[in-house]
């Protein structure tokens, strides 16, 4: 069911890859809620192809920025404000990578040229955004910019490795930038903790099918979706949560907030990560 929540709202949706990616479902999502918007991610994640799909559905146009770098996020800020008519309303920050998981090195024998790269990848390229949106003037008052974060910010989760770091940052730069942001022109910036979810990107974390089943297991609600988070990021973008800023908000069917759950003590510790 639409709204119209984002009706006559401008904005930017980074890090759509292909159809099971978060950003690619919140672009899905904020175009039939009304808003208008470019795509951008990498020149090397564009020779995919897939997001040229999601822009004809979504009436958008493509431009390849490498987020980490500064005269790329200041070119595509111009051309979306040419293409769109105006300044933004909205962005949705959806990066992240880890050179050392993609080389399968131990959390505890980093890289730490790897390390860097993660950081500025997932994390500085965050406060990029927002420090080049600031200079140039390109966001709107009480517009909203969302950044998705994951609970291994607060908790050690294994797997997930030096990406941990990396959404701890992410979540700091969102409480510190919304305070300046905020004071300077109402921008809201927030972070979405969301759960597991079965994406390109998550795929590639060590043992992602066990933990997922198991944090459904652990959640009264299961795990939420990509879609269920793009619905999230819709309401998040719009006027009926202008007041909410700085927080680091959980999307993961009550997780956070779990110990032990009935349904793991009777099911997970003997099914073999295949909860039903």
Known sequence: M??????????????ALDENSIA????????????IFTLTNTPIALRKGDIYQL????????????????????????????ILGGKFDFMLHSVGMSPNVRKGLPYDELNYEYLNKTLDIS????????????????????????????????????????????????????RSFGYHYGIAKKVRI?????????????AGIEGFNSFYS?????????NASAADCANYCVVLFSDMTRMVTMQNLYHDGGFSSMGIS???????????????
């Open 2 to 15: 639409n709204y119209n929540l984002l009706k006559g709202k401008r904005g930017i949706i980074f890090g």
């Open 24 to 35: 690619w479902k919140v672009a899905e999502r904020a175009f039939e809620e009304g808003a």
């Open 55 to 82: 822009a004809e559905k979504c009436n958008s146009t493509v431009i390849a920025a490498d987020v980490t770098d500064l005269t790329d996020l200041e070119n595509l800020y111009q051309e979306s404000m040419n």
């Open 123 to 174: 994390a500085i390229s965050f406060h990029k955004i927002l420090q080049t949106a600031k200079k140039l003037d390109v966001l709107n008052e009480w517009s909203s910019v969302i950044a998705l974060s994951y609970i291994a910010a607060q908790r050690t989760l294994a797997s997930y490795h030096d990406m941990a770091e990396a959404k701890a940052m992410l979540e700091s730069i969102a």
């Open 190 to 202: 927030n972070t979405i903790s969301q759960s597991p979810t079965k994406t390109t990107a998550g």
């Open 214 to 222: 198991y944090s459904d297991c652990m959640s009264p609600l299961g």
């Open 262 to 276: 009935e349904k793991l003590m009777s099911n997970c510790f003997t099914c073999k990560g295949d909860c039903k």
